[in-house]
């Protein structure tokens, strides 16, 4: 089956620095990527659309500013957390989906602690 | 606008009893629906869609247009169903087939 890696699982950042997640399709082409966010005990929320090669759709709320979103090949599309602060301290989790199909396969997700 | 409903957040049940995890919708027209599932520590992952019409695991889902429902079910739970599970569906007319989940069920099933 589709295989969806995300890296890193976990990581520890300082308020202020940025962090850079990455999302690979492993074994198939993904035209769009999404970059989602789950809370603790509630559901995912859907950060961020992005097809290959273009600039990412964000959805309502989300700072395009502060979560750069990158799509630059069709196996790997990264989010940077920029300036991160302890409320972006939350568990992000990408899925990919190949062009001309709906289901979509999701990451192992990372979670993002900052102190 | 398109949503997706699960009323409980826990679920409750003992090994062997069936279980029903609800879902209702809002969209104009056909949607195709989904069922993921994340077990402990793992990803999320498709548990089944409706247009395929298949049972996964011993669960099997109907579209009911008239309730606007896609309940998950299952007849005999077993303790490794213990899971979280979320419905979701695409945006009304999305171009980009983006998934909108539910919050999820925390379906626990006592031994």
């Known amino acids: 089956g589709a295989v969806v890696s995300q890296h890193p699982s976990r990581v520890i950042c300082k308020s202020g620095t940025s962090v850079k997640i990455e999302c690979r399709s492993l074994?198939?082409?993904?035209?769009?990527m999404f970059w989602y966010r789950q809370f603790p005990k509630k559901s995912l929320m859907l950060m961020a659309t992005s097809n290959e090669g273009s600039k990412a759709t964000y959805e309502q709320g989300v700072e395009k500013d502060k979560f750069l979103i990158n799509h630059a090949s069709l196996t790997l599309s990264t989010l940077t957390v920029t300036s991160a602060h302890p409320e972006d301290s939350s568990f992000y989790i990408c899925s990919a989906r190949e062009g001309g199909r709906t289901e979509a396969f999701f990451g192992q997700g990372t979670r993002l602690t900052v102190v | 606008a398109q949503r997706v409903t699960q009323p409980e957040k826990l679920l409750s049940v003992f090994k062997g009893a069936p279980v029903e995890l609800k879902c209702n919708y809002s969209y104009s027209g056909s949607p195709e629906l989904f069922w993921y599932v994340q077990y402990s520590r793992q990803r999320l992952q498709l548990l089944l869609r409706?247009?395929s019409r298949e049972s996964i695991k011993g669960f099997t889902a109907d579209l009911n247009k008239g309730e606007t429902s896609f309940h998950l079910k299952k007849p005999f739970a077993q303790e490794e169903d213990s899971a979280m599970y979320y419905c979701a569906l695409p945006p009304q007319g999305g171009a980009t087939n983006k998934l909108i989940f539910g919050t999820g069920t925390l379906l626990a099933v006592q031994p």
């Open positions: 074994d198939f082409q993904a035209t769009t």
């Open positions: 409706h247009i």
